[in-house]
Each structure stands twice: as C-alpha cells, then as structure tokens.
T-cell receptor
Framework: NAGVTQTPKFQVLKTGQSMTLQCAQD?????MSWYRQDPGMGLRLIHY???????DQGEVPNGYNVSRSTTEDFPLRLLSAAPSQTSVYFC??????????????FGPGTRLLVL | GQQLNQSPQSMFIQEGEDVSMNCTSS?????WLWYKQDPGEGPVLLIA?????ELTSNGRLTAQFGITRKDSFLNISASIPSDVGIYFC????????????FGQGTILTVHP
C-alpha cells in the first residue's frame, strides 16, 4: 500500500490564483480530512469527509472547498489564494476498528506559499 | 470548540534521559492519539489509546489515557538522538468521527 499520497509537494501561487491540492489513499478508509499546519499552532482541521459524497466543515474552512466523489480521493480547492493561506497542508485518512475506534494516518504534506 | 493544551512546548535533554509530556482537554475524548513529526514530513502515529485508564507501550514509549478522559501523557524512556522531533497529542470526542483536535506540539531536542 502507498498509504496517503499528496501532490504537489511544493507550490507557489500569486494572490488570487486558484489551485487544487490532491490527496489519495489506497487503504479503503472511510474517513478523510484536510489539516493546515502553521508554526506554533499544531494542526487545524479545514474540511473532512465521512464517505463518498459527504463532506463537512472543520475549524478553519473559509477559502477552501472540497468534494469526495470516490472513496480514494479527497481534493482540496483554493478558489482565490490569499497570503494567509501560506501553510503546510496535510491530508489524512482514518478507519474504525470494531465501529468504535479511530486511527488517522497522514500524508507527507503540501507546502504552499502565496505571494 | 474543543481545546487541547499540550506541555511542555519544548524540551532540551541529554541522551539517555527520560521524557514526559502531557495533554489536557476542556472536554471529554473517546480516543487519544500520539504522533511524532520529523522535519518536512507528515505526522506518524506512535500510540493510540481508546479506553479511560488504558496504558499502552510501543518500545521505549508509554502513553496513558487519563481516568477523567480529559488528559493523556506520553513518556519516552532512555532517549536517543533520533527521538528528536515534534510530538503531538490528538483527541477525538463524541461522534466527531474523522475530526481530530490537536495539541500545539512539544519540540524535543536530544543532546548526544
């Protein structure tokens, strides 16, 4: 298994540009999430999905859109990039053990710089 | 919303020393997870805890799920240079499946 993969690894955008961060997992996990990591602030949840066709907002959703058309893929879209969106973005997927327990696995991250 | 306080923020220790860090929550969690992040990498799961009072080990690492379900600690015994990194706690509560709340992280530096 490749686990959770993310592309691109690095990206530089100009203010106002749009782009899509790709995330894929091959573990048949039901749940997928997007986090951003800023210095001194840990990881903050942007959006998450509990299955294909179902998404919901996390702690910091503004400026980001998501969709989940398949179990494997969960892309994150920046519609109009702003310097405040400069961050490291992590995608994660998780499963339930016996319907009660959750373990999340993370991708390697996408480093985004918005000028 | 749920908040996690992780302490200490950073630690500077000598190789061979033991390390202890903890997280406290303003609300009850059903799951506590401990991750380690190396520079330029994504967080890697170290230990998962699912039951209040649970004590789990993974090599030199030991973590416990607090009885009140509002706290957890991670101990590292006999630290080695490769233990350097950022350690995060994360919690999941209620029916918030797929949503983790993270602590701010503990930066660990180990001097040979």
């Amino acid at each position: 298994n490749a686990g959770v993969t993310q592309t691109p690894k690095f990206q530089v955008l100009k203010t106002g540009q749009s782009m899509t961060l790709q995330c894929a997992q091959d573990m048949n996990h039901e749940y997928m999430s997007w986090y951003r990591q800023d210095p001194g602030m840990g990881l903050r949840l942007i959006h998450y999905s509990v299955g294909a066709g179902i998404t919901d907002q996390g702690e910091v959703p503004n400026g980001y859109n998501v969709s989940r058309s398949t179990t494997e893929d969960f892309p994150l879209r920046l519609l109009s990039a702003a310097p405040s969106q400069t961050s490291v973005y992590f995608c994660a997927s998780s499963y339930f053990y016996r319907g009660e327990k959750e373990t999340q696995y993370f991708g390697p991250g996408t480093r985004l710089l918005v000028l | 919303g749920q908040q996690l306080n992780q302490s200490p923020q950073s630690m500077f220790i000598q190789e061979g020393e033991d390390v202890s860090m903890n997280c406290t929550s303003s609300s009850i969690f059903n799951t506590w997870l401990w991750y380690k992040q190396d520079p330029g990498e994504g967080p890697v799961l170290l230990i998962a805890l699912y039951k209040a009072g649970e004590l789990t080990s993974n090599g030199r690492l030991t973590a416990q799920f607090g009885i009140t379900r509002k706290d957890s600690f991670l101990n590292i015994s006999a630290s080695i240079p490769s233990d350097v990194g950022i350690y995060f706690c994360a919690g999941q509560g209620g029916t918030s499946y797929g949503k983790l709340t993270f602590g701010q992280g503990t930066i660990l530096t180990v001097h040979p």
